[in-house]
């Protein structure tokens, strides 16, 4: 099973946390543009495999990033 240590670049955005959206995301792709960053609302439905190039940004109804944006 491949894990995000495999992957170039930064990998996980804890700083992000609580950030507006799409703020978040244009961030993620500043940093690591080996990465599309989707945006995501809380309980959407997402395929379960793992992609170096995919990181899911996670935001609740008001558009504010909920959990640590991270390659996969």
Same mark, same amino acid.
Request: with cysteine.
């Given at each position: 099973?491949?894990s #995000?240590?495999?992957?170039?670049?930064?990998? +996980?955005?804890?700083?992000l946390?609580?950030?507006?959206?799409? /703020?978040?995301?244009?961030t993620?792709?500043?940093?690591?543009?080996?990465? #599309?960053?989707k945006?995501?609302?809380?309980? +959407?439905?997402?395929?379960?495999?793992?992609?170096?190039?995919? /990181?899911?940004?996670?935001?609740?109804?008001?558009?504010?990033?909920i959990?640590?944006?991270r390659?996969?």
């Amino acid at each position: 099973m491949s894990s #995000d240590t495999t992957c170039q670049g930064k990998s +996980s955005w804890p700083e992000l946390l609580g950030a507006e959206g799409k /703020v978040a995301a244009a961030t993620i792709e500043r940093e690591n543009p080996l990465v #599309d960053a989707k945006i995501l609302p809380e309980g +959407s439905i997402i395929p379960l495999d793992f992609r170096c190039d995919r /990181v899911w940004v996670w935001i609740d109804k008001r558009g504010i990033v909920i959990q640590v944006p991270r390659i996969g």
